[in-house]
């Protein structure tokens, strides 16, 4: 069983940047791809992108490519996600998961970060 | 980009059959995955690669993919079973993942 614990809920004022992390303790989930989604209130699921196990080199769906920073750390088995120029509908549950290939299923979720966007 | 469309619901009495889809063009090319989200929870992976799944999920969830639609087919439906479905592919050609907007399951 692979858990993935990420971190507390978040209020951030629009323009600033929140960092989201996301760690396991049972297993070394960074051979995987991590990947972040999120989820705005009341809508679907939105894949933001993944950090390739071999490299470290993230992936960035286009329409977060000039917001979004995605990390790891190998030697703490943690990933993290930062979403700068924060705007009202950027709230949002934000979700880490992993795959452990590219076309493969995200088999396995963090428990979701809430961020609110608020001035 | 590639884009996944499905119905945004579908509504089944207990123990009937429910059909959900997800279309898309030549959909049947590519590796299909759905998840089933209850309110106020993650996402969990119910089907893999068009038609497997995960141990723990019932048999009574099956899938298949072909052409331009994939489907999620859910027997004998349970109160339970009540919840938000979403396909999930890989497009190679923008390198990335795409969910389709989810169907809302409504056992009646």
């Known amino acids: 069983q692979m858990y993935l614990v990420q971190s507390g809920a978040e209020v951030r004022r629009p323009g600033a940047s929140v960092k989201v992390s996301c760690q396991s303790s049972t297993y070394n989930f960074t051979a995987n791809y991590v990947h972040w989604v999120r989820q705005a209130p009341g809508q679907g699921l939105e894949w933001m992108g993944r950090?390739?196990?071999?490299?470290?080199?993230?992936t960035y769906a286009e329409k977060f490519q000039d917001r979004i920073t995605l990390t790891r750390d190998t030697s703490i088995n943690k990933a993290s996600m930062e979403l700068s120029r924060l705007k009202s509908d950027d709230a949002a549950v934000y979700y880490c998961?992993?795959?452990?290939?590219?076309?493969?299923?995200?088999?396995?979720w963090g428990q979701g970060t809430l961020v609110a966007v608020s001035s | 980009s590639y884009v996944v469309t499905q119905a945004p619901s579908v509504s089944v009495a207990p123990g009937q059959t429910a059909t959900i889809t997800c279309g898309g063009n030549?959909?049947?090319?590519?590796?299909v995955h759905w998840y089933q989200q209850r309110p106020g929870q993650a996402p969990v992976l119910v089907v893999y690669d068009d038609t497997d799944r995960p141990s723990g999920i019932p048999d009574r969830f099956s899938a298949s993919n072909s052409g331009n639609a994939a489907t999620l087919t859910i027997s004998r439906v349970e109160d339970t079973d009540e919840a938000d479905y979403y396909c999930q592919l890989w497009d190679p050609r923008s390198d990335e993942q795409v969910f389709g907007g989810g169907t809302k399951l409504t056992v009646l």
């Open positions: 030549d959909i049947g090319g590519k590796s």
């Open positions: 998961a992993t795959s452990r290939h590219l076309p493969g299923a995200f088999e396995h």
């Open positions: 950090i390739n196990p071999n490299t470290g080199v993230p």
